[in-house]
């Protein structure tokens, strides 16, 4: 076994002894700390990490900084909140949201009927952003517009469809958006058993998540989307045709951010158009600078060490807990600008070899190493030197 398969083995066995602990460890110990509430608020910000997988995708990997994910957020949180809505006890008379009457509504808007199925919620929530995002990325990737221009379309993104939610009264409850969900397959939403499987759904998702990101970043598909990245015109001269990856990776990116606001929205108890507010979207670029750019880790990290700080800092402090927290940001911005895993894997791990005595002089990497050598499979018949 090679050295490449050795380092994918143990990231394997990380990632699912992380998960099983997330499961199975941590949640008794917030228990018995008397910190119960604190599993809900992992379990949300677990959900957050899928959109800053999603984000680090995008942005880490293929350098297109997107400012618009809280859309997809907001559709894959409001496809599973409608279906939510739709759960009426067996006599109920009125079938109809709660909110509808108040607004005159008497029937069942068309868009809302196919949200009773719960299949097609499921497919809504990974299709409907991943189509947007397809759709949206064709328009802008073909016209080959990046940089700076890229951000700025995905922010209006974000201003289109704040604006176009919030006055949806009749169909969507405007800026009050859906909430006071009851019950999901009969069991009700807010009781502690069914929030410990949405927490369970969440570590399962997520480490899907991290699966996928990290076989579409590693392989000679990770570096076209790096090539990409760093010399676009280049891999286009050579043959490829980057405006197929970026809509793909722009798509399988939305989609990973409607799951994330699936799974939060039953955690939190609402969804409303505040999630495709532009503050929410800068805010996941910000998770991903913190944990480290083009890091799967530490998009999860940096996503659960801001949201941890924000809590931790608003409870303490809750006068000027946001000065703290943009110290906070400052603080990594100029001090760690590859983010605190960056750090970790260059200055850090430098520090710790100097500490330990463990530092060897590297002359040439050994050939398993490169992605290109074909050496692996020859075993011990690799040919010395």
């Given amino acids: 076994m090679g050295q490449r398969q050795r380092l994918l083995w143990l990231e394997i066995g990380v990632v699912v002894g992380t998960a099983l602990a997330l499961v199975f460890v941590i949640p008794p110990i917030l228990v018995g700390l008397g910190q119960g509430f604190r599993v809900n608020l992992l379990g949300r910000f677990l959900a957050l990490a899928i959109a800053g997988l999603a984000i680090d995708l995008i942005w880490g990997y293929t350098g297109l900084l997107s400012l618009g994910h809280g859309v997809f957020f907001g559709l894959g949180g409001y496809a599973l909140a409608m279906h939510l809505k739709l759960q009426f006890p067996p006599d109920t008379q009125v079938r109809l949201p709660s909110f509808m009457p108040l607004y005159g509504v008497t029937e069942l808007p068309w868009l809302w009927r196919p949200f009773f199925s719960f299949p097609f919620t499921l497919v809504a929530i990974i299709l409907v952003p991943a189509l947007l995002g397809a759709l949206i990325g064709y328009l802008i990737f073909r016209n080959r517009i990046r940089g700076v221009y890229f951000s700025i379309l995905t922010q209006a993104l974000t201003i289109i469809f704040f604006n176009f939610f919030n006055g949806q009264q009749k169909l969507l409850n405007g800026t009050n958006g859906l909430t006071d969900f009851q019950t999901i397959f009969g069991y009700r939403v807010s009781d502690p058993q069914t929030q410990g499987v949405f927490y369970g759904l969440t570590v399962l998702a997520l480490a899907a998540s991290y699966g996928l990101c990290r076989w579409l970043t590693s392989g000679r598909f990770g570096c076209l989307l790096v090539a990409i990245r760093d010399d676009e015109p280049r891999v286009r001269m050579l043959g490829y045709n980057p405006t197929v990856v970026k809509v793909f990776v722009f798509a399988i990116s939305a989609a990973l951010a409607g799951l994330a606001g699936a799974l939060y929205t039953p955690q939190t108890g609402i969804i409303s158009p505040r999630v495709m507010d532009i503050a929410f979207s800068i805010e996941m670029v910000i998770w991903v600078a913190v944990g480290g750019r083009a890091s799967l880790v530490g998009a999860v990290v940096g996503t659960l060490v801001v949201n941890f700080a924000k809590s931790l800092l608003s409870e303490s402090f809750p006068q000027v807990w946001l000065f703290f927290l943009g110290g906070l940001f400052l603080a990594v911005v100029l001090l760690l600008p590859e983010g605190i895993v960056g750090w970790l894997r260059t200055t850090g791990w430098e520090w710790w070899q100097k500490t330990t005595g463990q530092r060897r002089l590297s002359t ?22």
């Avoid at 040439?364 to 030197?385: S, T, V």
């Fill in 364 to 385: 040439y990497p050994k050939l398993e190493l490169e992605m290109d050598a074909d050496y692996e499979h020859l075993g011990d018949q690799r040919p010395n030197g």
